[in-house]
């Protein structure tokens, strides 16, 4: 069991990625927005780390545009809950 704190100042951005530590976390937004792309670890065939989420030309990819995630933007005072292995 993975046991960590993680602070991020203004700015602070994490390239597409699926969880490493097969743990489930929780974020919770202080002060500012973050931008979230979360996708279950069933869509990982399609997925890739060159994935940019933010990007618009990067949501057309062929096999991005196939896989089931969704964005959500966390705001001051929001918990976001993401299951272990998640992207």
């Known amino acids: 069991q993975w046991k960590f704190l993680l602070i991020g100042e203004e700015g602070t951005e994490m390239f597409f990625h699926?969880?490493?530590?097969?743990?489930?976390?929780?974020?919770?937004?202080?002060?500012?927005?973050?931008?979230?792309?979360?996708?279950?670890?069933?869509?990982?065939?399609?997925?890739?780390?060159?994935?940019?989420?933010?990007?618009?030309?990067?949501?057309?990819?062929?096999n991005f545009a196939q896989a089931h995630c969704g964005q959500v933007l966390v705001e001051a005072g929001d918990l976001l809950y993401y299951p272990g292995l998640w992207w």
């Open 18 to 62: 699926q969880d490493g530590t097969a743990s489930s976390s929780w974020q919770a937004q202080l002060v500012g927005k973050k931008r979230w792309t979360l996708c279950p670890n069933t869509e990982t065939r399609y997925l890739s780390t060159t994935i940019n989420t933010f990007d618009a030309a990067h949501l057309t990819d062929r």
